[in-house]
């Protein structure tokens, strides 16, 4: 059996009740393991057939394990409650979960999606100019139906915005003129949409174009908001990839468009409202952003001054 490298703290990845799940769920043998990411343990197995089974373990989360079952368990709703709701096939659908263990490191077991992500397509894009029109119109469609999925019974979270922006701004030293303009833009609330549920992280990594449709996976972040939380995330991303990659921002105004018009025309929502309020969100996302310590300091300052750039004009927009 080839386990890679074992790391010290994940163990219960490679212990033998896990393998025998994670067969169980694949249907095979003599599993390969292979761990995802940086973040959270993420684990990949693979059997001998190529069938396969990500598991996530909330278990090393750093909390009382009542708060690592309530991280697991909600993720595992939201996608069973979306799914159920319609969003369990393509050209729009969210990742299948297989089950949860609590009394394996907190696992929560999925498919494994193989596809392209959303990211590598955008780099494509801002790289050598492919267009990728149908990918992103298909985030604006699959965005419109979770947000008017069936509600759960739980009372999920619901965001402080002054607390998100104190966040936000916190790691900044330009806390002063930043908190002026956010403190204008909480005036407006709450605003004139509807609270609904939310992916809570749509950012490229977790959107999977299959060619024929998009995939939203990673939903530990699911909880309700207004519509225009996700798609400023979105936008945010949009013009941040095309100013990383291609060195002009402004070539993801097309994209940022489409995904609205996208969004307007398959929720029912006012594309005026949906985009007065984005500059709010997409700054908010900028700043987000800027604090990835992996960023070269020039470009985490441009995400900084995007974010003010974004927050004034919104308000000018608004206040006409």
């Not at 096939?89 to 494994?112: C, N, S």
């Not at 619901?158 to 403190?183: D, F, H, Q, T, Y």
């Not at 921002?249 to 984005?278: C, K």
């Amino acid at each position: 059996m080839f386990v890679g490298a074992l790391m010290a703290g994940h163990e219960i990845a490679y212990s033998k009740d896990v393998l025998a799940w994670a067969s169980s769920l694949t249907g095979g043998s003599n599993l390969r393991v292979v761990r995802l990411g940086s973040g959270r343990p993420v684990f990949k197995y693979e059997d001998e057939e190529k069938n396969s089974v990500i598991i996530k373990f909330y278990g090393e989360d750093g909390v009382e394990e009542a708060e690592e079952f309530r991280r697991m368990h909600k993720e595992f709703v939201s996608i069973s409650m979306l799914r159920d709701s319609g969003l369990d096939r393509p050209p729009h659908r969210i990742v299948k979960a297989f089950g949860e263990r609590a009394d394996l490191g907190f696992g929560l077991a999925e498919e494994e999606v193989r596809g392209w992500q959303l990211s590598r397509l955008l780099i494509d894009a801002a790289k050598q100019g492919r267009d990728i029109s149908r990918p992103v119109g298909a985030v604006g469609e699959l965005l419109a139906k979770v947000h008017f999925a069936r509600k759960g019974d739980s009372n999920w979270w619901v965001p402080n915005w002054k607390k998100r922006i104190k966040e936000a701004l916190s790691p900044n030293k330009r806390v002063a003129e930043l908190a002026g303009l956010a403190k204008q833009w909480v005036e407006y609330f709450p605003l004139p949409l509807p609270m609904v549920p939310l992916h809570g992280d749509p950012n490229p990594t977790n959107l999977i174009w299959e060619g024929d449709g998009i995939t939203a996976i990673d939903l530990q972040m699911f909880h309700y908001g207004y519509p225009v939380e996700d798609l400023g995330e979105v936008a945010a991303e949009l013009r941040h990839f095309f100013a990383q990659y291609a060195g002009n921002p402004w070539l993801s105004e097309r994209y940022i468009n489409l995904l609205y018009s996208r969004y307007s025309e398959s929720s029912g929502l006012d594309f005026g409202v949906l985009t007065d309020f984005n500059p709010f969100y997409m700054g908010l996302w900028e700043l987000a952003i800027s604090s990835n310590p992996w960023l070269p300091p020039a470009r985490r300052a441009w995400l900084v001054e995007e974010a003010e750039r974004c927050w004034k004009y919104g308000l000018q927009r608004i206040r006409r």
